[in-house]
């Protein structure tokens, strides 16, 4: 997994359904504007002149987490089995490198190895149900 597909708010976009289409394929949050939907290009997380500043370019340095981070970590949490606040501690906690090799062993099905979607329950190469 790479780093520039580590979203401002912690989500991994590697595991994002836009991400893993095969048409127009998303470069990420990091990435292009011309791939992303436009809900992604509008994102006031990802456009906030706070992270702007920071060094990381990530959501952890700024010492208030934001509603719509808040919201958008709850809305996660419930739906998807994700937390974008978890994955910005364990950043902070164990450094960047630790963290993907972390989601390398999380997201991969553990019946045929393949790249999992948060988005969807199922391994979309061989069906099985990991949610």
């Known amino acids: 997994m790479d780093r520039e597909m580590i979203a401002p708010c ?3 976009c590697t595991l994002c359904m836009a991400r ?3 048409k127009k394929k998303c470069g990420g949050c990091n990435g292009d504007d011309g791939t992303k939907p436009q809900h992604c290009r ?3 997380i990802k456009n906030c002149g706070t992270l702007r ?9 700024c010492g208030k987490k934001c ?8 809305r996660y949490r419930a739906n998807y089995g994700m937390s ?6 364990n950043i902070k ?3 960047m490198k630790s963290f993907l090799e972390s989601e ?4 991969n099905c553990k019946s045929c190895g393949a790249l999992l979607c948060v988005h969807n329950p199922v391994c979309t190469r061989c069906g099985t149900e990991w949610r």
Do not use: P
Request: glycine share 8%.
């Open 104 to 107: 390398e062993k999380k997201w």
């Open 53 to 61: 500043l920071s060094a990381s370019g990530l959501c952890d340095e």
């Open 93 to 95: 906690k164990n450094g």
């Open 10 to 12: 912690g989500m991994n």
């Open 20 to 22: 893993q289409r095969n």
């Open 67 to 74: 509603r719509r981070l808040r919201d958008l970590d709850k």
């Open 84 to 89: 974008m606040l978890e994955n910005l501690d």
């Open 42 to 44: 509008k994102c006031s």
